[in-house]
């Protein structure tokens, strides 16, 4: 089972908004609405920012929104922050063998 | 306040084993799907198991079926990974999360050190 596919980075000024796409197959990303994204900061655990393609858990701010269409999801960051600055990975349940497939994981600058 | 805390982690020879604890607090852990995912150095995240609330059901990535078990003790809030005849490949930092969402992982653990080398 190959990871999903996910853009190696992405980079954007102070305020501006970015979007980290998610590309998978009809197995896992296309077929189920189980998509989750995750934020990891440099030797830290990660943390849950989006569940169930666009469910937000409590605590994490609205800047954070994720969609789907077709075989790709997508988190979207508005009014980027330093803070921001992370890796993101997204999450997929597939029928193809393994449980789970993450992506590869997009490294987010803040220019 | 949800806390996951992991130990057992260390140095072991390749064909050696280990059994990774993680201790979880401040959530029904009997209602709560259980994972463990891991991440060798400068990689990406990967999902190695999962278990059932009850402990009826678990499930494997295919690189670790055969040789990693997941467990759990609900009376003591703890989930468990034996893993035994450890390849370089598994060495990494090893994570528990909880799975209180659907097939995501809510809250993680701070991860332990799985390091496999002679």
């Known amino acids: 089972q190959s990871a999903l596919t996910q853009p190696a980075s992405v980079s954007g000024s102070p305020g501006q908004s970015i979007a980290i796409s998610c590309t998978g197959t009809?197995?896992?990303?296309?077929?189920?609405?189980?998509v989750s994204w995750y934020q990891q900061h440099p030797d830290k655990a990660p943390r849950l920012m989006i569940y169930?393609?666009?469910n937000r858990p409590s605590g994490v701010s609205s800047r954070f929104s994720g969609s789907k269409s077709g075989n790709t999801a997508s988190l979207t960051i508005s009014g980027l922050q330093a803070e921001d600055e992370a890796d993101y990975y997204c999450?997929?349940?597939?029928?193809?063998?393994?449980?789970?497939?993450f992506g590869a994981g997009t490294k987010v600058t803040v220019l | 306040e949800v806390q996951l805390v992991e130990s057992g982690g260390g140095l072991v020879q390749p064909g050696g084993s280990l059994r990774l604890a993680c201790a979880a607090s401040?959530?029904?852990?009997?209602?709560?799907?259980m994972a463990w995912v891991r991440q060798a150095p400068g990689k990406g995240l990967e999902w190695v198991a999962n278990?059932?609330?009850?402990?009826?059901?678990?499930y494997y990535v295919d690189s670790v079926r055969g040789r990693f078990t997941i467990s759990r003790d609900n009376a003591k809030n703890s989930v468990f990974l034996q893993m035994n005849s450890l390849r370089a490949e598994d060495t990494a930092v090893y994570y528990c999360?909880?799975?209180?969402?659907?097939?995501?992982?809510?809250?993680w653990g701070q991860g332990t050190t799985v390091t496999v080398s002679s």
């Open positions: 999360a909880s799975q209180r969402v659907n097939f995501g992982m809510d809250f």
């Open positions: 401040g959530f029904t852990f009997s209602n709560s799907w």
């Open positions: 278990i059932k609330e009850d402990g009826s059901q678990e």
């Open positions: 009809s197995s896992d990303v296309g077929g189920y609405n189980f």
């Open positions: 169930e393609v666009s």
């Open positions: 999450l997929s349940y597939t029928n193809a063998g393994t449980h789970y497939v």
